[in-house]
T-cell receptor
Framework: SAVISQKPSRDICQRGTSLTIQCQVD?????MFWYRQQPGQSLTLIAT?????????ESGFVIDKFPISRPNLTFSTLTVSNMSPEDSSIYLC????????????FGSGTRLTVV | GNSVTQMEGPVTLSEEAFLTINCTYT??????LFWYVQYPGEGLQLLLK?????DKGSNKGFEATYRKETTSFHLEKGSVQVSDSAVYFC????????????FGSGTQLTVLP
């Protein structure tokens, strides 16, 4: 299965600033998914990123707040813009791997605290 | 739409006790079903999965059977260990072009020695 390197693993940021999270996959994948896990909560999909096209955002998430880049088939970034304390969460990227024996691999997550 | 309803937690058990974490889903067609585990301070790891009705996924002593008639995918383990303490998430992927996972709310399991 694919291996994802996600960074940073954690950060503490001032409100009003932006943070860019990177995910590098060790193989080419069509879709990459970005999730948010608020404290004590489940995972919520932010957007799906395909290479060469704009990301598709879920209800409640907008491109101005969470711009995503997908420059090639192994890399993606998620930016959390103009942060507020409510953005404090774990952010995870994920890819679908395999064909007949498929699954989903997750990055180790970025724990963001906004102060 | 698609949704996953998971047993409310937290769940606290003694070592060697029997574990059941209930999961039911709502989806059209035949979704694929997953259980993920998140150990303290770590990322999500796939525990087991099932892709069609009556399939049984199993791993590390955990089992879950895809029950189409009851739209359920309950997680079971016959004898839990302290090392099983973690948060468990049930998830589905619906058939079709939208390939993302939909997660349940998660169940915190604590196993006491």
């Amino acid at each position: 299965s694919a291996v994802i390197s996600q960074k940073p693993s954690r950060d503490i940021c001032q409100r009003g600033t932006s943070l860019t999270i990177q995910c590098q996959v060790d193989s080419q994948v069509t879709m990459m998914f970005w999730y948010r896990q608020q404290p004590g909560q489940s995972l919520t999909l932010i957007a799906t990123a395909n290479q060469g096209s704009e990301a598709t955002y879920e209800s409640g998430f907008v491109i101005d707040k969470f711009p995503i880049s997908r420059p090639n088939l192994t890399f993606s970034t998620l930016t959390v813009s103009n942060m507020s304390p409510e953005d404090s969460s774990i952010y995870l990227c994920s890819v679908e791997t395999g064909v007949q024996n498929y699954g989903y691999t997750f990055g180790s997550g970025t724990r963001l605290t906004v102060v | 739409g698609n949704s996953v309803t998971q047993m409310e937690g937290p769940v606290t058990l003694s070592e060697e006790a029997f574990l059941t974490i209930n999961c039911t889903y709502t989806a059209t067609g035949y979704p694929s079903l997953f259980w993920y585990v998140q150990y303290p301070g770590e990322g999500l790891q796939l525990l087991l999965k099932a892709t069609k009705a009556d399939d049984k996924g199993s791993n590390k002593g955990f089992e879950a059977t895809y029950r189409k008639e009851t739209t359920s995918f309950h997680l079971e383990k016959g004898s839990v260990q302290v090392s099983d303490s973690a948060v468990y998430f049930c998830a589905l992927r619906k058939p079709g072009s939208a390939r993302q996972l939909t997660f349940g709310s998660g169940t915190q399991l604590t196993v006491l020695p």
